[in-house]
């Protein structure tokens, strides 16, 4: 049981836009610490898309959003594409475990 | 560029050890922590614990303390990982990631391809 929870999955047709929960508590995101986001495409290491909440790092398209409220954070992506199949992980820290870095059981998106 | 190239696939009776190599290039090798992640087949991430290469220290998750050991060597830009007392529960592929700059904490901007350790009889 990560100890933050995201979808299993979520679906989408192209173009339309989905959004990707990560559900924390108060030792975790709700403590004010920073969420990053991951994209994996199949048989490949993650990619980091989205840190500091709500940053993308350089080449990350525009349609991929991230933001924080309270003790959760979710990932937005709109103008769905065939190519954004792939598993995404929402990562924070943990003050309950002793300097841990926690990552959520990742979700599966499909594109319709 | 920055580059994170991984040692290859391992294959281990249970109760040997792995020693997983993760060389870095395209930046200091000293400025910037390394971490290390596990996902077994089909599962998601496990965050394992981070090292400082230029001084040595680590941390290591609880679940894998008195079992992993993360050391380096600066003269060749290299990090190692290595886990003791395999069981079969320990086949996954196992990532190595620098530590970005931004974020409190950062997360991780560069990851390696991931080595395939396989613990079977």
């Known amino acids: ?28 995101i709700g403590a004010g610490y920073d969420v990053h986001w991951y994209q994996q495409l199949p048989g490949t290491a993650p ?28 990932l937005a992506i709109t103008g769905l594409q065939a190519e954004d199949e792939a598993d995404y992980y929402c990562q924070s820290y943990d003050d309950r475990l002793s300097g841990s870095k926690v990552f959520g059981g990742g979700t599966k998106l499909i594109v319709l | 560029q ?22 870095a290039s395209g930046y200091t090798f000293t400025r910037s922590d390394i971490n290390w992640v596990r ?3 089909g599962q998601g991430l496990e965050w394992m614990g981070w090292m400082n290469p230029k001084s040595g220290n680590t941390d290591y998750a609880q679940r894998f ?47 390696g391809q991931g080595a395939l350790v396989t613990v079977s009889t």
């Open chain 1, 1 to 28: 049981q990560s100890v933050l929870t995201q979808p299993p999955s979520v679906s989408g047709a192209p173009g339309q836009r989905v959004t990707i929960s990560c559900t924390g508590s108060s030792s975790n």
């Open chain 1, 47 to 74: 990619k980091l898309l989205i840190y500091g909440n709500n940053n993308r790092p350089s080449g990350v398209p525009d349609r991929f959003s991230g933001s924080k409220s309270g003790t959760s954070a979710s």
């Open chain 2, 2 to 23: 920055v580059q994170l190239v991984q040692s290859g696939a391992e294959v281990k009776e249970p109760g040997a050890s792995v020693k997983v190599s993760c060389k």
């Open chain 2, 39 to 41: 996902q077994a087949t």
């Open chain 2, 65 to 111: 303390q008195g079992r992993v050991t993360f050391t380096r060597n600066t003269s060749v830009s290299t990090a190692y990982m290595e886990l003791s007392s395999l069981r079969s529960e320990d086949t996954a592929v196992y990532y190595c990631a620098r530590q970005s700059a931004s974020g409190w904490p950062p997360g991780f901007d560069y990851w």
